[in-house]
Protein backbone atom coordinates (compact mmCIF):
# COMPACT_ATOMS: atom_id res chain seq x y z
CA UNK A 1 0.00 0.00 0.00
CA UNK A 2 0.90 3.44 -0.83
CA UNK A 3 0.11 6.69 -0.16
CA UNK A 4 -1.88 8.66 -2.52
CA UNK A 5 -4.32 11.45 -3.28
CA UNK A 6 -6.78 13.39 -5.16
CA UNK A 7 -8.07 16.53 -5.86
CA UNK A 8 -11.19 18.47 -7.94
CA UNK A 9 -11.77 22.01 -7.57
CA UNK A 10 -14.29 23.79 -9.12
CA UNK A 11 -15.71 27.59 -9.31
CA UNK A 12 -19.52 26.99 -8.85
CA UNK A 13 -22.53 29.19 -9.86
CA UNK A 14 -23.18 30.21 -5.56
CA UNK A 15 -21.97 32.08 -3.02
CA UNK A 16 -19.66 30.94 -0.59
CA UNK A 17 -22.22 30.92 2.04
CA UNK A 18 -24.59 29.30 0.30
CA UNK A 19 -21.91 26.50 -0.64
CA UNK A 20 -20.81 26.31 2.91
CA UNK A 21 -24.51 25.81 4.48
CA UNK A 22 -24.82 22.75 2.14
CA UNK A 23 -21.04 21.22 3.12
CA UNK A 24 -20.91 22.89 6.73
CA UNK A 25 -24.26 21.25 7.37
CA UNK A 26 -22.44 18.07 7.68
CA UNK A 27 -26.05 15.86 6.87
CA UNK A 28 -27.92 16.04 3.93
CA UNK A 29 -25.10 14.96 1.81
CA UNK A 30 -27.74 12.33 -0.14
CA UNK A 31 -29.40 15.36 -1.38
CA UNK A 32 -25.90 16.53 -3.49
CA UNK A 33 -24.49 13.34 -4.45
CA UNK A 34 -27.36 11.06 -4.44
CA UNK A 35 -25.83 8.94 -7.19
CA UNK A 36 -23.85 7.34 -4.65
CA UNK A 37 -24.84 8.05 -1.09
CA UNK A 38 -28.83 6.99 -0.60
CA UNK A 39 -29.17 8.27 2.85
CA UNK A 40 -27.18 9.77 6.09
CA UNK A 41 -27.23 10.77 9.39
CA UNK A 42 -25.06 11.86 11.83
CA UNK A 43 -24.32 10.49 15.82
CA UNK A 44 -21.95 12.44 17.36
CA UNK A 45 -18.67 12.90 15.67
CA UNK A 46 -19.92 9.99 13.42
CA UNK A 47 -21.95 10.51 9.46
CA UNK A 48 -23.25 7.34 8.52
CA UNK A 49 -23.54 7.13 4.91
CA UNK A 50 -26.01 4.64 3.20
CA UNK A 51 -25.34 3.38 -0.37
CA UNK A 52 -27.04 1.02 -2.97
CA UNK A 53 -28.27 -2.31 -1.21
CA UNK A 54 -28.45 -0.42 2.07
CA UNK A 55 -24.57 -0.92 3.02
CA UNK A 56 -23.74 2.32 5.58
CA UNK A 57 -20.08 2.86 5.89
CA UNK A 58 -18.45 5.14 8.81
CA UNK A 59 -17.38 8.74 8.76
CA UNK A 60 -15.27 10.15 11.44
CA UNK A 61 -16.20 13.63 11.61
CA UNK A 62 -12.10 15.67 12.10
CA UNK A 63 -13.38 19.13 11.83
CA UNK A 64 -16.57 21.29 11.17
CA UNK A 65 -14.46 25.09 10.52
CA UNK A 66 -17.12 27.73 10.37
CA UNK A 67 -14.89 30.85 9.82
CA UNK A 68 -12.69 29.22 7.23
CA UNK A 69 -15.03 26.76 5.39
CA UNK A 70 -13.25 23.76 5.80
CA UNK A 71 -15.07 20.28 6.45
CA UNK A 72 -12.57 17.03 7.03
CA UNK A 73 -13.29 13.54 7.68
CA UNK A 74 -11.75 10.47 7.58
CA UNK A 75 -13.50 7.01 6.64
CA UNK A 76 -11.11 4.38 7.59
CA UNK A 77 -12.94 1.36 5.88
CA UNK A 78 -15.27 1.35 2.94
CA UNK A 79 -17.00 -1.18 0.69
CA UNK A 80 -17.00 1.03 -2.66
CA UNK A 81 -13.19 1.38 -3.46
CA UNK A 82 -9.85 -0.39 -3.04
CA UNK A 83 -8.66 2.34 -0.88
CA UNK A 84 -8.44 2.47 3.02
CA UNK A 85 -7.86 5.30 5.55
CA UNK A 86 -8.99 7.95 2.98
CA UNK A 87 -9.01 11.53 4.63
CA UNK A 88 -11.22 13.93 3.01
CA UNK A 89 -11.66 18.15 2.87
CA UNK A 90 -13.77 20.28 1.41
CA UNK A 91 -12.71 24.15 1.75
CA UNK A 92 -14.70 26.77 0.12
CA UNK A 93 -13.07 30.21 -0.78
CA UNK A 94 -14.34 32.76 -3.13
CA UNK A 95 -13.04 33.06 -6.58
CA UNK A 96 -12.29 36.31 -8.38
CA UNK A 97 -16.00 36.56 -9.74
CA UNK A 98 -17.04 36.83 -5.97
CA UNK A 99 -18.62 33.11 -6.20
CA UNK A 100 -17.64 29.92 -4.53
CA UNK A 101 -14.58 27.86 -5.38
CA UNK A 102 -14.80 24.58 -3.86
CA UNK A 103 -11.65 22.03 -3.63
CA UNK A 104 -12.45 18.95 -2.41
CA UNK A 105 -9.11 16.45 -1.86
CA UNK A 106 -8.55 13.41 -0.50
CA UNK A 107 -6.01 11.27 1.05
CA UNK A 108 -5.29 7.52 0.97
CA UNK A 109 -3.96 4.33 0.96
CA UNK A 110 -3.90 2.37 -2.22
CA UNK A 111 -2.44 -1.05 -3.93
CA UNK A 112 -0.21 0.81 -6.91
CA UNK A 113 -2.52 -1.30 -9.05
CA UNK A 114 -5.33 0.15 -7.79
CA UNK A 115 -4.18 3.55 -7.46
CA UNK A 116 -5.67 4.98 -11.31
CA UNK A 117 -8.67 3.54 -10.79
CA UNK A 118 -9.60 4.91 -6.87
CA UNK A 119 -8.09 8.47 -8.84
CA UNK A 120 -10.91 8.29 -11.53
CA UNK A 121 -13.51 7.17 -9.03
CA UNK A 122 -12.78 10.06 -6.61
CA UNK A 123 -12.24 12.49 -9.16
CA UNK A 124 -15.98 11.18 -10.62
CA UNK A 125 -17.39 11.57 -7.02
CA UNK A 126 -15.95 14.94 -6.74
CA UNK A 127 -17.05 16.39 -9.69
CA UNK A 128 -20.88 15.00 -9.43
CA UNK A 129 -20.54 16.05 -5.60
CA UNK A 130 -19.73 19.71 -6.72
CA UNK A 131 -21.80 20.19 -9.17
CA UNK A 132 -24.35 18.74 -7.15
CA UNK A 133 -23.98 21.03 -4.43
CA UNK A 134 -24.43 24.16 -7.41
CA UNK A 135 -27.58 22.01 -8.05
CA UNK A 136 -29.08 21.89 -4.72
CA UNK A 137 -28.11 25.78 -3.95
CA UNK A 138 -30.35 26.46 -7.51
CA UNK A 139 -32.81 24.32 -6.62
CA UNK A 140 -33.42 26.63 -3.85
CA UNK A 141 -33.31 29.56 -4.85
CA UNK A 142 -36.12 29.11 -7.51
CA UNK A 143 -38.08 26.87 -4.98
Not at 4 to 25: D, H, M, R
Not at 30 to 42: D, F, T, Y
Not at 63 to 83: A, L, R, S, T
Not at 118 to 133: D, P, R, S
Request: with cysteine.
Amino acid sequence: MKKSEQTVELNINATPEAAWEVIGAVTGVEKWLGAMIKGSRVEGQNRFCTIDGGVEFREDILKIDNENMEFKYGIPEQPMMPVDNIIGSMKVSKGTDGKAVVRWHWTFDVAEENEAQAKEMLAGAGNVGIKGIEELIASQVTA
